[in-house]
């Protein structure tokens, strides 16, 4: 009779350590191997973990709505999946034969175990890292796709959201993203979640030229503020709707972010100027 290690992973902000104001906590549970429970009541390890995970998520609240909130839908099957996963399972969901789809294979570039049994959480990188760094190319069309189902459902009409909009912070994430993926396999140093460090890394193995790294890393620092600011602004994460520039929530928001009363329109200068710039780097580089 062994224990049943348990490895708690981080995706998205969280896994990169990049988490914001409100940011959304994206976890995923792993498990190390299927077997039953001792005890008066024999149960699996499938279904004492997704209690475990149940009572877990039940526990973290925030004292408002719409901030800090958990997310386990980048598990194997989202909704439809169990809350915790096996190892065994994890491997065969995003093998290259796998059923998981391009987007969420992307997503494992930013998974970060951090909590739970050490070993397990080694086995688990390793394993992302034979997964995703492989010798097929980045799939830039399923990437375009999704940004273009981004577009028409997360944005809208003649508005610019800071973080899904053309040029926008999803824009910069990608673009890191499939480079990493790309070289990841003959470069070690880019197999990291952290944005920013992956920046660094493209640039110190030459595969990110210094003229293109100074403006995404300038968008991206200047698009990471103007999150947060919209979101404690607003008081949530699901809003980041750019306010009309000839708005009093757009002046609000300037000041929020340091620009002095006869400088508010350099906000929205500085807006165009970042996003123009990320979007050319991004069609020219994927």
Known sequence: KRPCPLAICGLGKCGGRELGFASDI???????????????????????FNKLV??????????????????????????????????????????????????????????RPFAGEVKLGSQITALRDELIYTERPFDVAAMRAMRERQLRH??????????????GLVDI???????????????????????????????????????DFDPLRE???FLRRLINALRMVRGHAKDLTVPAADSEAFAFLARRLNYGSDQLGHLWDDLMRHTHAVQEINNRLL
Request: proline share 6%; hydrophobic share 40%; charged share 20%.
């Open 26 to 48: 994206e976890l995923m549970f792993i498990y190390g191997g299927n077997g039953r429970t001792t005890g008066p009541r024999v149960i699996t390890t499938a279904e004492f």
């Open 54 to 111: 149940s009572a877990v998520d039940s526990l973290i609240t925030a004292k408002r709505k719409g901030i800090f909130e958990v997310d386990l839908q980048l598990r194997p099957y989202g909704k439809a999946g169990s809350l915790a996963v096996s190892l065994e399972s994890f491997a065969r969901y995003f093998a290259p034969e796998g059923e998981a789809w391009p987007y969420e294979r992307q997503a494992l570039v930013r998974l």
């Open 154 to 167: 997360l944005v809208t009409a003649g508005t610019i959201n800071a973080k899904f909009s053309p040029g």
């Open 173 to 211: 994430e990608y673009l890191v993203q499939g480079l990493q993926i790309t070289h990841g396999r003959q470069h070690p140093a880019l197999r990291t979640p952290n944005t920013d460090e992956a920046l660094q890394a493209l640039v110190a193995e030459g595969l990110l030229a210094p003229a």
């Open 219 to 221: 968008a991206l620092i």
